[in-house]
T-cell receptor, first 112, second 108 residues
Framework: DTGVSQDPRHKITKRGQNVTFRCDPISEHNRLYWYRQTLGQGPEFLTYFQNEAQLEKSRLLSDRFSAERPKGSFSTLEIQRTEQGDSAMYLC??????????FGEGSRLTVL | GIQVEQSPPDLILQEGANSTLRCNFSDSVNNLQWFHQNPWGQPINLFYIPSGTKQNGRLSATTVATERYSLLYISSSQTTDSGVYFCAVDDYGQNFVFGPGTRLSVLP
């Protein structure tokens, strides 16, 4: 598989629960990005990694959000104490430095 | 931070028509990409074009970095071209900022 893969594709949870999303980037890519997209809007940047280092975080990423990329390969995005406003598509993308972004199919979160 | 504008916000075409989508950005950029997104799908790369002109079949793109805009041309549009077109720019901040998109509907 040469594409970016994300898991799970869909997640329904109750408010207050924790959820975790996983992203496996294209293996040769050392940059990994997380974006959030709500209906009718463009993707909003959340954070990105170069190898295992988290180099930038958006102010959109509140204290309830945490992302890791422990060995510079796959990444996880965890949302603690979910709120209804967290309902969105969470998109992962990977690239070489200053290269093209390639997106995964996304993880759709619904918070009830 | 950098601002990205796209026009028009919505566009309805008859199949076979041509169209031009525009992306304006407020500062110098290191990279620029155009994406196409269908409902419930992910953004799909069309062009990686920080400057110059590229063509891929019925689609072509031109970026004039010194004047801070990029154009996406769609010729002989097909119903499968429907969806949202985004441009995204990297302002040397090492993350890509997306514009609001142009929603294209191609009618049979």
């Amino acid at each position: 598989d040469t594409g970016v893969s994300q898991d799970p594709r869909h997640k329904i949870t109750k408010r207050g629960q924790n959820v975790t999303f996983r992203c496996d980037p294209i293996s040769e890519h050392n940059r990994l990005y997380w974006y959030r997209q709500t209906l009718g809007q463009g993707p909003e940047f959340l954070t990105y990694f170069q190898n295992e280092a988290q180099l930038e975080k958006s102010r959109l990423l509140s204290d309830r959000f945490s992302a890791e990329r422990p060995k510079g390969s796959f990444s996880t995005l965890e949302i603690q104490r979910t709120e209804q406003g967290d309902s969105a598509m969470y998109l992962c993308a990977s690239s070489f430095p200053t290269g093209e972004l390639f997106f995964g199919e996304g993880s759709r979160l619904t918070v009830l | 931070g950098i601002q990205v504008e796209q026009s028009p916000p919505d566009l309805i075409l008859q199949e076979g028509a041509n169209s031009t989508l525009r992306c304006n950005f407020s500062d110098s950029v290191n990279n620029l990409q155009w994406f196409h997104q269908n409902p419930w799908g992910q953004p799909i790369n069309l062009f990686y074009i920080p400057s110059g002109t590229k063509q891929n079949g019925r689609l072509s793109a031109t970026t004039v970095a010194t004047e801070r805009y990029s154009l996406l041309y769609i010729s002989s549009s097909q119903t499968t071209d429907s969806g949202v077109y985004f441009c995204a720019v990297d302002d040397y901040g090492q993350n890509f900022v997306f514009g609001p998109g142009t929603r294209l509907s191609v009618l049979p």
